[in-house]
């Protein structure tokens, strides 16, 4: 595992993807940091920052992720995964690890961010850490999904497009909740389905709505920037990382038996 | 020839075998395969169970405040008073819970839910947005008698409703607002509030205390959360003609720094309330540009034996003085007597204090007691260099407990201040309710509105995230140069010093 591990990490680096995607990040939190430090009473909160970079995770992620597996196929040494004497586990968690640990890489901003911060007399607040904990697990999960992308598809464009896909389809949840919510509501009040009451029509909806929420990563890490620290939105987030990562494990041993 | 050899017979019947093989290795990729999609089924069903079962048993018990001043959990007096809780509250929010472009939205969604995790199911917290379900004011509200606004929550319990509005539930920097014309949350009376107004729908009887409208009624958001504290929910109300009338449920009436006089009907209805075991609390200190005489306010008050006269209390001794140079801001007592009554002895901001004469031909019944006062080598400037005879170096009130025993089953009770410095928004702006002030300001209507007191819930300090040194404009621009666009830049030519060594392997 750790020789996959540390063949994809250094790969990251030994072409522009790792370098480029941290610039970019620098980019990013630069820009937010700039606009608190400037501000009129410079009021610099690092949990904030972190919450708007959690934003970039739909073009961030499909970057990282679109060469673990994808690549392998194009250059054809995919062969050599499948008869490694390793198992695929080995593979996928050594693989999952290094886009994991260039995630951790990219976040070094912040730190600086918050070095600064600290010289020039701010504060950093316990919400802070909170808010990166809830940031990486929330990476763990978006990485995973991105390798399953990747496993599942044979060309890296393809493998981006797909979990750009899915983390927007993530990223609005909420919203699409809300809107079928509403749907649900209007078709009910319209033809009279069930003869139900105003009331029991709003509570059908909303618990639509609150069912599709539930399964929302960033409805559920969204206290974490105001200084609550839970344990259950962690453990959606690692028991579902777990759970791509097992599908792709999976894919992989199909390839395997359909490559021997 | 025709006889087939061994090794012939052999081939062909491998050949006439290999489909069988074949079918063989496809059934066992298809029971591989089913395997496959059956334990990926597996997984994710253990998963979605094993996190429902989680999030439903142990969501509320693994959630940790990890704020200094614990700003989203409520302290242990909400508890226990959650936990006495006999009827059932509803706290409905009017807004969408997801809009995140909601200001104070953070600082109340986890510590509401936190009133609702720990009530055992005796509090239902619901958001719902009238842009949504606009029947939800109606139900709420059928007479439109609180005009419920979107972006307020909204206490009940049975027919007993309150509104609460977000922005009243903190306390701002006043410099900030002056200076830059923010609104700069320094102080969050979130608990406070909800507490306080939790207590007034469910109790059996509901404090109701009322402002005198108009004459310039200056803001009161900090009186009235210390009002709150004591389960009192406050109004304004004006009194327009002589039919009107003090509500029957007031328990308290505010007069809060009057920048007129009172007008005569105002007089009469408020006499009349006094007549009838009002009680009432009067603010009304001395400002140097405001030359009123306040006729009608002198009748109402003598009518409680006391006057309040044109002259400002001027402190003598530099010890209780706050800063040397000016006379005018100094440090009061709670006299001994009121002390013991009250249980507390403390030292209190005064400032800008008129003088309050306790007038010698009051009536019989009729006892004024100071409750808080200066040093004893105080004296009074009079304004327009006016001169008292009667007014020598000495104790000088700054606080008057009038009580009138006519009806010594219900006696009227009026307090009056001559100074903003325990009711007034600008003062706590910059020093809290946990001020000296504010404690004894609530022991005393406490006292005179028969409440008991429990402890109060502390304000909660919200952090600031500003630099406490400013940083100039040069040292900023620096600063954004190098974060934004050095670090970027340094990556880049790696990236590109990289990708020019490895191009061709």
């Given amino acids: ?260 | 020839m025709a006889r087939k050899t061994a090794k012939e017979s052999i081939l062909q019947e491998k050949t006439v075998k290999s489909p069988k093989v074949k079918v063989r290795s496809d059934k066992r990729f298809r029971v591989l395969k089913n395997a496959s999609v059956i334990s990926v089924i597996l997984v994710v069903a253990i998963c979605i169970v094993f996190n429902l079962i989680v999030d439903l048993l142990l969501d509320k018990k693994l959630t940790f405040d990890t704020t200094s001043v614990k700003q989203n959990s409520i302290t242990s007096l909400s508890e226990s008073y959650l936990k006495d809780l006999d009827k059932k509250v509803e706290i409905i929010g009017l807004f969408d819970k997801n809009d995140t472009s909601i200001e104070w939205r953070d600082y109340f969604l986890p510590i509401l839910d936190d009133y609702e995790a720990k009530a055992d199911g005796m509090i239902d917290l619901r958001y719902i947005d009238p842009d949504v379900d606009p029947f939800i004011l109606t139900q709420l509200d059928p007479n439109n008698v609180y005009n419920l606004q979107k972006y307020t929550y909204v206490v009940k319990c049975g027919d007993i409703l309150v509104p609460v509005n977000p922005y009243s539930c903190f306390e701002y920097d006043s410099d900030m607002l002056y200076y830059y014309g923010v609104y700069k949350p320094v102080g969050n009376q979130i608990e406070n509030t909800f507490t306080g107004y939790i207590r007034y729908v469910t109790s059996g009887r509901p404090l109701h205390a009322y402002y005198l409208g108009g004459h310039d009624l200056p803001g009161h958001s900090n009186l009235d959360n210390i009002l709150l504290s004591l389960g009192m929910v406050s109004s304004e109300f004006t009194i327009s003609n002589e039919s009107a009338k003090i509500p029957d449920d007031c328990e308290l009436l505010v007069i809060l720094e009057p920048k007129s006089d009172i007008t005569i009907i105002e007089k009469e209805v408020i006499k009349s309330y006094i007549d009838n075991s009002g009680k009432i609390l009067l603010v009304n200190d001395f400002d140097k540009e405001n030359t009123q005489n306040y006729t009608n306010l002198n009748d109402l008050t003598l009518r409680m034996g006391v006057t309040l006269e044109q002259g400002i209390i001027h402190e003598n001794d530099v010890t209780r003085l706050y800063t040397a140079s000016d006379p005018y801001t100094s440090i009061a007592t709670v006299t001994d007597s009121y002390a013991q009554t009250i249980g507390l002895q403390l030292d209190l901001y005064n400032a800008n204090c008129r003088y309050l004469k306790i007038a010698s031909d009051r009536p019989s019944e009729v006892y004024v007691s100071p409750l808080v006062v200066t040093s004893g080598s105080a004296s009074v400037d009079f304004q327009n260099a006016q001169i008292d005879a009667s007014v020598s170096a000495g104790t000088y009130p700054v606080i008057l407990m009038s009580v009138d025993a006519t009806n010594s089953q219900a006696p009227s009770c009026m307090i009056i201040a001559g100074t903003s410095a325990f009711t007034s928004d600008s003062y706590y702006s910059t020093r809290t309710l946990s001020d000296n002030n504010a404690v004894f300001v609530r022991r005393m209507i406490g006292d005179i509105c028969e409440i008991s007191i429990e402890r109060t819930i502390p304000t909660k300090t919200i952090p600031s995230y500003a630099l406490s040194k400013p940083l100039s404009s040069s040292a900023a621009t620096m600063w954004s140069i190098i974060v934004m666009t050095l670090i970027p830049i340094a990556c880049l030519i790696c990236g590109i010093y990289t990708y020019r060594r490895r191009r061709h392997l």
């Fill in chain 1, 1 to 260: 595992m750790f020789a996959v591990f540390k063949r994809e990490f250094l790969s990251y680096f030994r072409n522009p993807v790792g370098w480029v995607a941290i610039a970019l990040i620098g980019v990013i939190s630069g820009y937010y940091y700039t606009k608190m430090l400037t501000g009129a009473v410079s009021n610099v909160d690092i949990s904030m920052e972190i919450n708007f970079l959690r934003g970039f995770f739909i073009i961030l992620i499909p970057i990282i992720t679109m060469r673990l597996f994808a690549e392998e196929k194009r250059n054809g040494t995919d062969v050599l995964l499948y008869t490694m004497p390793f198992s695929m586990k080995s593979a996928v968690l050594g693989k999952f690890l290094a886009a994991i640990s260039l995630q951790a890489m990219m976040l070094l901003c912040v730190f600086f961010h918050m070095i600064i911060t600290i010289a020039l007399s701010g504060f950093v607040s316990p919400a802070a850490w909170g808010a990166i904990f809830a940031y990486m697990v929330l990476a763990a999960l978006f990485i995973s999904i991105g390798m399953l992308t990747s496993a599942m598809t044979e060309n890296q464009i393809m493998s981006a497009v797909f979990c750009f896909v899915i983390l927007l389809f993530l990223n609005l949840l909420s919203s699409i909740a809300s809107s079928l919510s509403e749907m649900l509501k209007s078709f009910l009040k319209f033809t009279h389905l069930f003869n139900l009451s105003d009331s029991a029509i709003y509570s059908a909806g909303e618990n639509v709505r609150k069912a599709i929420v539930w399964f929302d990563p960033y409805e559920k890490t969204n206290c974490f920037t105001t200084g609550v620290f839970k344990i259950v939105p962690l453990v959606f987030c690692l028991s579902f990382t777990f759970v791509f990562a097992y599908i792709t494990y999976r894919v992989l041993e199909k390839k395997r038996w359909s490559q021997s």
